[in-house]
């Protein structure tokens, strides 16, 4: 397949992920489907996706005709079905080995033999997630960074059946996107998870241990070493639970104890401290 054929897109799951990559992919003109398990979720992602640009537009940072532009190429659907005649097909579903494999295999039976297939997985296998499709060389990693339409980064996996013609049409489409594009081979954590879980959890284990406050951590790591967000913040807007499972799969596939999750971090989300989406995590969020 040839990059320049990647015209539309659709997104499987329609949360925080989905929408954003379906808003950077509709303001790079693309048609987009952002599709859900059931028309309300797709239906309130462009919800969110629409007031997203809407707060650019206040900002100064987009016109209100590009905003709508881009809301005018997005539809909502439902079900697998209405992805089938896109060129990329982009999975931004829960981490959960079966479920994506079960996606990969139907999706793969059902779009055409040129389009290619993208996983959002973090850390999870692609070469495992490719095994269940037919044509596993189409099959590609493309993890994005929330908050999608202001994270530059867009690390690139490639599976072990990744044929060339699907990495060129992923790198062309990434730059289409205006993102900075990285690429690595499929590995546990790739390099992103795998640097930034490490520093998380030694991060929670600083807190456990009473060596400084979360903000000064945070701040050490902004300012000293000009990370646009420390590592405890961006633990609370991932989301602790979500991180947690990172960090145990993680552990279980490399053996690290680097990568072993606190009990501070175990005894959080236990307890529902789940971060920004509720409401409280290593900080306490009034809502916005």
Do not use: W
């Not at 809301?71 to 579903?93: K, M, P, Q, T, W």
């Amino acid at each position: 397949m040839n990059s320049v054929d990647i015209q539309s897109v659709g997104i499987l799951g329609a949360g925080t992920m989905g929408h954003g990559i379906a808003q950077v992919a509709a303001m790079a003109g693309c048609d987009v489907v952002l599709a859900d398990v059931a028309l309300e979720r797709a239906e309130h992602g462009c919800a969110q996706l629409g007031r997203t640009l809407e707060t650019g537009v206040s900002k100064g940072k987009i016109s209100a005709e590009a905003a709508a532009s881009a809301r005018g190429r997005v539809r909502a659907a439902e079900g697998l079905a209405a992805l089938s005649g896109c060129d990329l097909v982009i999975e931004a579903v829960p981490e959960d080995m079966a479920l994506k494999q079960r996606i990969f295999r139907e999706l793969s039976a059902l779009v055409r033999p040129g389009a290619v297939l993208a996983s959002n997985t973090s850390s999870l296998s692609v070469t495992e997630i490719a095994s269940a499709a037919s044509g596993p060389g189409r099959v590609v990693g493309l993890h994005f960074f929330n908050p999608v339409h202001l994270m530059k980064l867009l690390e690139v996996v490639r599976a072990y059946q990744t044929d060339e013609e699907t990495l060129a049409a992923v790198r062309a489409f990434g730059k289409r996107l205006g993102k900075e594009l990285v690429e690595v081979r499929d590995s546990p954590g790739f390099a992103s998870s795998r640097l930034g879980i490490a520093l998380g959890m030694e991060a929670i284990r600083m807190v456990e241990e009473g060596v400084a406050t979360p903000a000064d951590i945070d701040r050490a790591m902004e300012l000293g070493y000009g990370h646009p967000m420390g590592p405890l913040k961006l633990t609370d807007l991932v989301g602790l639970d979500v991180r947690l499972a990172i960090a145990e799969h993680l552990h279980r596939e490399l053996g690290n104890p680097a990568f072993r999750p606190p009990q501070l971090l175990k005894q959080m989300v236990r307890a529902g401290r789940l971060g920004k989406k509720a409401g409280r995590g290593f900080y306490t969020y009034t809502g916005d």
